[in-house]
């Protein structure tokens, strides 16, 4: 990935370990990739990807232990965040990035008020007075189109949809220049679901918010992201623009989602699913992590692990096939 | 089956990483092994008086020293052992299956019959522990036997309310919805797919709980209600040695110190079990 | 064809602290055997409650269920019919007791039924249950919580496929799954369908899932249905203002064609006392007045196409 006029965030070799009674579980490994400010990456990979502890790292937030960043670096504005001490990195989180968790429905503390909880950030990092950042959190609230006349409510007052939209406030309550959308809308109904997309898509354009957005929906990639990075057993195994990755498909398992959905347009009369499950962390495959899936498996692909390919600008891929 | 010792030996290895209750499972042992071996051990038989050497101070000869009647209190605590853990299993056992059934029941069923099996155990709640075996052993009159009932019914509704309340988490899993919807039967899902799946939570009460049967046996003792003398049973031994608790301090202190030792071992090993027999937490 | 089920008014309504909830609401339907059904809706229509009580798991507040000729509805042995009909479920993890391993669950409604001989008899007929759902029979001493969401939902698959069934519900039963287990596991089932002529009833939230496996699809909305047609007819001619909308958000993994979205506004709501009238009218928006006060009926509009819908002729311009 060249140095195309200082993105916002850069990360590079980023290697993250659990180190568990099993073994190692090599939760992420060597994945790099940047963004610009104000562009959005969705990060898709299914159950145990590493896109979760990706953000994670990201955010300097690696429960440790288990877990630990072996090796990388996290450049924000061309700062290491790795590098933080822990006062600066709390300052970091909520300031500079903020994360939307998955499930709105544990991601609120349920004894104190919808208002409360967007001032308390507002009050910890923009340094608000009290009547300040209540202010601001019936802003916030507004913003999210919740009435503000709610501030004083508890979130059991509130339906799925609307808690996520008070999770997203307070997640946009500081003005943050990167936020991490972990699954978002995956606990929502596809009408809310659609509601709430194209609400982070007007604010993150309004604000200039760059993001990353992980999701385990091809769909939901294509309503809100410029760039898609597909992950599979803790690697990026390819990148790229929107239109490249969806329209020139390079990469046999992005080849495999994509045959695994069901088309609304076309009948088809089987899926073309991917064969067997997604290997173990603690004992991924010798060589390419996916040769054992592959349908384009080469001899090669059980010795030698690919290495990132650039095809065409900003086209990545991690495949022998195209080395 | 050769899975199903898979299953025990996670929950072993799980356990052995707890240091504490490693130890209390060890020194129960020990424990365990001074009763069954009571007879080699024990230099004197329990009942031995000897006016010439009574209230000795410990000493080589008599470890724990010697009562007022003369007896070797080394010998009467670790006979004791016998009858403390006897009473403390298996009255423990009675109570614990009682309670689970009505427990299991109550909740599984709920409507009326919980609201009846619930009143009931909740009656036997609002009375202490203690005065209730009082009550119960005072009816029956002195006696292990009578002691082991007492102490058994005031356990019932312990094990009563945690097996409804697991047993209301667990109902409501798909799993249960899945057996009606195969066929199975009422009986069949409390037996097969309820009671193994709330068993983690009532081992753990169960050992906790030994330790307060031996508690309670031993109070039950202490006050005259439980077992008669000469029987060694530490209860028995603090309240007869009461009375020189100021200058025969040591008879007092090591029946006193055995039963906390049985009963920390108990609780230690009973903490480790919780953790070690959740399934949620990952091997 | 010959109709394997036929539902008629179906209602369940609960009690609750605060009303009378109305899950399902008088829904009618039937399904052609070898056919499958599939129900779309979001969370709270009503449409998991319409599974359970058409194989009886819960019992109905009003209404008809015909099973291959006979009424269902109020029969007090179960037996037979749990031999007939079965379901499976959505969540893999919760819907396999952890304390029994594989051949363990997939043996028992052999075992209630006593549909076997003698214990080898038994062993086999699990091992060729396994083969069926692509189980390898070295996992049949494995306990579920060390199998994946795949190989889980294929024990569930098997467990229902053991007594044999002509009807099976199928309850969300790749939601919780990856996308290429989710292909694998809708490959399977298609694949039982043709070989044993299973007649499905297919409950999803995913209209691509639901479009890709059924026959004929029914949109509920709050306990009744709002649509019902032939699967490539709903999404060549959605008539209903909810199954449109509901069309038009679903992001789908292409960037060719972006669809004019039609976001609804609000949010589902309380199925408790519902109010007379509509009860979409609240989102809709082309409600008129009408919608207000009378429940639109479910009106065969083009041949085999039914909704319900005040305004479905103007709307659609029919």
């Not at chain 1, 916002?8 to 790099?32: C, E, F, M």
């Not at chain 2, 230099?43 to 009574?54: G, I, M």
């Not at chain 3, 009424?71 to 037979?80: E, H, L, M, P």
Request: glycine share 8%; hydrophobic share 40%.
């Amino acid at each position: 990935m060249n140095d195309k006029n200082n993105p916002l965030l850069s990360v590079r070799n980023l290697t993250i370990h659990y180190i568990t009674d099993d073994g190692l579980v090599k939760a992420v490994n060597d994945i790099s990739f940047d963004l610009e400010k104000g562009k959005t990456l969705g990060l898709v990979g299914e159950t145990g990807a590493g896109k979760t502890t990706a953000a994670f790292g990201i955010m300097n937030l690696v429960p440790d232990p288990p877990g630990k960043i072996i090796s990388g670096e996290i450049l924000i504005n061309g700062k290491d965040i790795l590098k933080l001490k822990k006062n600066e990195s709390k300052k970091y989180r909520g300031k500079v990035a903020s994360m939307i968790l998955q499930d709105p429905m544990t991601a609120l503390n349920p004894i104190i008020t919808v208002g409360e909880q967007i001032a308390e950030v507002c009050r910890l990092h923009d340094k608000l007075s009290k009547a300040d950042a209540y202010i601001k959190a019936a802003q916030m609230l507004e913003l999210v189109g919740i009435p503000s006349d709610r501030i004083d409510e508890y979130p059991h007052q509130f339906s799925g949809g609307m808690k996520q939209r008070v999770v997203i406030a307070i997640a946009l309550a500081c003005n943050p220049q990167l936020l991490i959308a972990d699954e978002p809308t995956t606990a929502l109904d596809v009408t809310i679901q659609a509601q709430v997309l194209s609400l982070i898509g007007d604010l993150i354009k309004k604000y200039e918010t760059s993001m990353i957005l992980i999701t385990h929906d091809l769909g939901v990639v294509t309503e809100i992201c410029d760039k898609v990075a597909i992950m599979y057993a803790g690697q990026i195994v390819e990148t790229g623009d929107l239109e490249a990755v969806y329209e020139h498909t390079k990469h046999p398992y992005t080849k495999g989602l994509f045959g695994s959905l069901p088309s609304l347009s076309a009948k088809a009369h089987r899926l073309n699913p991917i064969y067997g499950s997604m290997p173990d962390p603690t004992n991924l495959p010798n060589g390419c992590a996916f040769h054992p899936r592959c349908p384009n498996k080469m001899p090669a692909c059980e010795n030698r692990a690919p290495t990132n390919t650039e095809l065409e600008s900003g086209h990545f891929v991690r495949c022998l096939l195209y080395e | 089956m050769a899975k199903k010792k898979g299953q025990v030996r996670q929950i072993w290895r799980r356990l052995k990483k707890n240091r504490l209750s490693m130890f209390g499972l060890i020194t129960l042992i020990i424990i365990v092994l001074a009763a069954i071996f009571a007879d080699f051990i024990a230099p004197y038989p329990y009942d031995l008086q000897n006016y010439s050497v009574a209230k000795q101070f410990p000493s080589l000869e008599h470890p724990f020293g010697t009562d007022n009647y003369g007896r070797d209190i080394f010998s009467r605590v670790i006979y004791g052992t016998r009858v403390s853990l006897q009473i403390g299993f298996i009255s423990l056992t009675a109570g614990a299956l009682i309670g689970t059934i009505f427990g299991t029941v109550s909740g599984y069923f709920g409507g009326r019959t919980d609201t009846v099996i619930m009143r009931f155990t909740d009656i036997l709640m609002s009375i202490p522990k203690v005065v209730l075996a009082i009550a119960i052993a005072s009816t029956l009159g002195p006696g292990l036997v009578n002691a082991m009932i007492a102490v058994a019914i005031s356990s019932i509704p312990n094990f009563a309310r945690v097996a409804r309340a697991s047993t209301l988490t667990v109902r409501d899993q798909e799993y249960i919805e899945a057996a009606r919807a195969i066929g199975a039967g009422n009986f069949r899902i409390i037996f097969r797919h309820i009671l193994p799946n709330i068993l983690a939570p009532i081992i753990v009460q169960a050992t906790l709980g030994v330790g307060i049967s031996i508690i309670l046996a031993a109070s039950l003792s202490f006050l005259g209600l439980g077992v008669e003398p000469p029987t060694p049973e530490w209860g028995a031994m603090l309240s007869a040695a009461r009375t020189f608790i100021r200058d025969e301090w040591y008879m007092v202190l090591f029946p006193g110190l055995a039963i906390m030792l049985t009963v920390l071992a108990l609780n230690l090993l009973g903490d480790g079990l919780r953790d070690a027999l959740d399934p949620k937490l990952k091997t | 064809m010959y109709k394997l089920l036929e539902v008629k008014d179906l209602k369940k309504y609960y009690e609750t602290k605060n009303g009378l909830l109305h899950a399902v609401d008088g829904v009618s339907f039937s399904i052609e055997e070898g056919k499958t059904l599939g129900v779309v809706g979001e969370s709270g229509c009503g449409k998991s409650t319409l599974g359970r009580l058409v194989i009886r798991l819960i019992d109905a507040t009003d209404g008809k269920i015909i099973f291959d000729g006979k009424d269902i509805t109020n029969v007090k042995s179960k037996g037979s019919l749990r031999k007939e009909m079965q379901i499976i479920f959505q969540d893999p993890f919760s819907s396999l007791n952890p304390r029994m391993s594989v051949s363990q669950i997939i043996e028992e409604p052999l075992k209630i039924h006593k549909l076997y001989y003698n214990k080898a008899e038994l062993r086999s007929k699990v091992r060729e249950l396994m083969d069926t759902v692509g189980l390898a029979c070295r996992l049949e001493d494995f306990y579920p919580h060390e199998l994946d969401g795949g190989r889980r939902q294929r024990i569930g698959i098997a467990r229902a496929l053991a007594l044999n069934p002509r009807f099976i519900v199928c309850d969300e039963p790749v939601s919780a799954l990856d996308v290429s287990i989710q292909a694998q596991i809708l490959n399977l089932m298609m694949d039982l369908q043709e070989e044993r002529c299973f007649t499905y009833m297919f409950i999803s939230h995913d209209l691509s899932v639901v479009k890709h496996i059924s026959d004929e699809i029914m949109v509920m909305y709050l306990g009744l249905v709002v649509e019902k047609c032939k699967a490539d007819e709903l999404f060549e001619h959605t008539l209903h203002p909810y199954s449109k909308a509901l069309l038009s958000v679903i992001p789908e993994a292409a960037i060719k064609k972006k669809k004019q979205k039609k976001l609804i506004q609000g949010e589902i709501t309380s199925p408790i006392n519902p109010k007379p009238g509509c009860r979409f009218a609240a989102r809709c928006s082309y409600a008129g007045d009408i919608c207000d006060k009378a429940a639109p009926e479910l009106k065969e509009v083009t041949p085999d196409h039914y909704v319900s819908c005040h305004f479905v002729n103007e709307i659609n311009s029919l």
